[in-house]
C-alpha cells in the first residue's frame, strides 16, 4: 500500500502567457508520507504558496499530476474538487477567518452545515476538547484571544477528520508563546493521532517542530533538512536567502527527497 497521503509528480505552474509568463513552480517532484508533519520554506517568491495551492486542490497545475490519498486531482472536475476538499482536507490559515457572530461550535460546525451534513454535536465537543477549547464552545470570536481564535480555527479544520491539514503561515498573527502552543498542539497531532501536516512558514522556530523541512527556490526544490533545530533551519534560509545557495532542479544525495 502507498503511505503517501500527498504526492507531487513534475509539477509546474506558470501564470500568464509569452514573455509576461512568470513560472511559480518549476518541475516538483515531491511526496509526504501519511502521519508526518512538513515545513515548507524559501525566500519570497520562491513558489510557497502556489505549491500548497496545487497540492491542497486550490490550484491547478500547469503540468505534471498531483495525487491525494491515490486520487489524481487534475482527473478532476470543480465539483469534484470542491467535494474531494470538502471531505478529505482541511486548512489552517494565518487569519483566523472565523465567521464573528457565530460561537465557537457553531463556526467548528460550519464546514459540515455547508457541505449539507449532519453535524453531530458530540463531534463538534469532541474536537473543541482536541484543541483545549471544552470550556469555550459558547463564546463568540470577539470573546476569545487571538491563540484561541486560531484553536477554534484549527478544531474547525478537524472536524471532517481530514487525511491532510493544510496550514499557510498559521502562527503568523501569533506571539511566540501562543505561536508555541498552537505548534506543540499540532506536533501532538501527529505523534498521537497520525495527522499529516504540511505547512508554508518563514519562521525556523515554527519549522523546527516539523519532521523535515522542504527548501524552494525560484520554483524549484532546493533539498531538505531532516529532525533539524531551529538554528540550523535559520543558518539554511540566510543562505538561500542571501543567493549563497545555488538554486538546483534536484537535491544531492545527501539531501534525497522522497518522490
Same mark, same amino acid.
Given at each position: 500500500?502507498?503511505?503517501?497521503?500527498?504526492? +507531487?509528480?513534475? #509539477? !509546474?505552474?506558470?501564470?500568464?502567457? @509569452?514573455?509576461?509568463?512568470? /513560472?511559480?513552480?518549476?518541475?516538483?517532484? +515531491? %511526496?509526504?508520507?501519511? @502521519? $508526518?508533519?512538513?515545513?515548507?520554506?524559501?525566500?519570497?517568491? !520562491?513558489?510557497? %504558496? *502556489?505549491?500548497?495551492?496545487?497540492?491542497?486542490?486550490?490550484?491547478?497545475? $500547469? !503540468?505534471?499530476? #498531483?495525487?491525494?490519498?491515490?486520487?489524481?486531482?487534475?482527473?478532476?472536475?470543480?465539483?469534484g474538487l470542491t467535494l474531494l476538499r470538502r471531505a478529505r482536507i482541511g486548512f489552517?490559515?494565518?487569519?483566523?477567518?472565523?465567521?464573528? %457572530?457565530? /460561537?465557537?461550535?457553531?463556526?467548528? =460546525? +460550519?464546514?459540515?452545515?455547508?457541505?449539507?451534513?449532519?453535524?453531530?454535536? =458530540?463531534?463538534?465537543?469532541?474536537?473543541?476538547?482536541?484543541? @483545549?477549547?471544552?470550556?469555550?464552545?459558547?463564546?463568540? &470570536? $470577539?470573546?476569545?484571544?487571538?491563540?484561541?481564535?486560531?484553536?477554534?480555527? +484549527?478544531?474547525? =479544520?478537524?472536524?471532517?477528520?481530514?487525511?491532510?491539514?493544510?496550514?499557510?503561515?498559521?502562527?503568523?498573527?501569533?506571539?511566540?508563546? *501562543?505561536?508555541?502552543?498552537?505548534? =506543540?498542539?499540532?506536533?501532538?497531532?501527529?505523534?498521537?493521532?497520525?495527522? *499529516?501536516?504540511?505547512?508554508?512558514?518563514?519562521?525556523? #522556530?515554527?519549522?523546527?517542530?516539523?519532521?523535515?523541512?522542504?527548501?524552494?527556490?525560484?520554483?524549484? #526544490?532546493?533539498?531538505?533538512?531532516?529532525?533539524?533545530?531551529a538554528d540550523d533551519i535559520a543558518a539554511r534560509t540566510t543562505k538561500l536567502e $542571501?543567493?549563497?545557495?545555488? &538554486?538546483? !532542479?534536484?537535491?544531492?544525495? %545527501?539531501?534525497?527527497?522522497?518522490?
Open positions: 500500500m502507498n503511505n503517501d497521503a500527498i504526492r +507531487l509528480h513534475h #509539477v !509546474s505552474r506558470r501564470y500568464g502567457a @509569452g514573455g509576461n509568463a512568470v /513560472t511559480a513552480l518549476d518541475q516538483v517532484s +515531491l %511526496s509526504f508520507p501519511r @502521519g $508526518t508533519f512538513t515545513a515548507v520554506m524559501g525566500p519570497s517568491g !520562491s513558489g510557497k %504558496s *502556489t505549491l500548497l495551492q496545487c497540492a491542497a486542490g486550490l490550484d491547478r497545475p $500547469t !503540468s505534471g499530476s #498531483v495525487t491525494v490519498g491515490g486520487t489524481e486531482l487534475t482527473e478532476l472536475s470543480e465539483t489552517v490559515f494565518q487569519a483566523f477567518n472565523l465567521l464573528p %457572530s457565530l /460561537t465557537a461550535e457553531q463556526n467548528v =460546525a +460550519l464546514p459540515l452545515r455547508l457541505a449539507g451534513r449532519r453535524v453531530p454535536k =458530540a463531534r463538534v465537543r469532541e474536537v473543541l476538547a482536541q484543541v @483545549g477549547l471544552g470550556d469555550r464552545a459558547r463564546h463568540r &470570536p $470577539t470573546e476569545m484571544s487571538g491563540g484561541q481564535q486560531q484553536r477554534v480555527a +484549527l478544531a474547525r =479544520a478537524l472536524i471532517t477528520r481530514p487525511e491532510v491539514l493544510f496550514g499557510d503561515e498559521p502562527t503568523g498573527a501569533l506571539d511566540s508563546q *501562543t505561536s508555541h502552543e498552537v505548534l =506543540a498542539l499540532l506536533r501532538g497531532m501527529v505523534d498521537r493521532e497520525g495527522q *499529516t501536516i504540511i505547512m508554508v512558514t518563514h519562521d525556523p #522556530v515554527a519549522a523546527g517542530y516539523a519532521d523535515r523541512v522542504v527548501f524552494l527556490v525560484d520554483g524549484r #526544490v532546493n533539498g531538505e533538512l531532516v529532525g533539524a533545530g $542571501t543567493g549563497a545557495s545555488r &538554486p538546483q !532542479s534536484a537535491p544531492t544525495s %545527501s539531501e534525497a527527497l522522497p518522490c
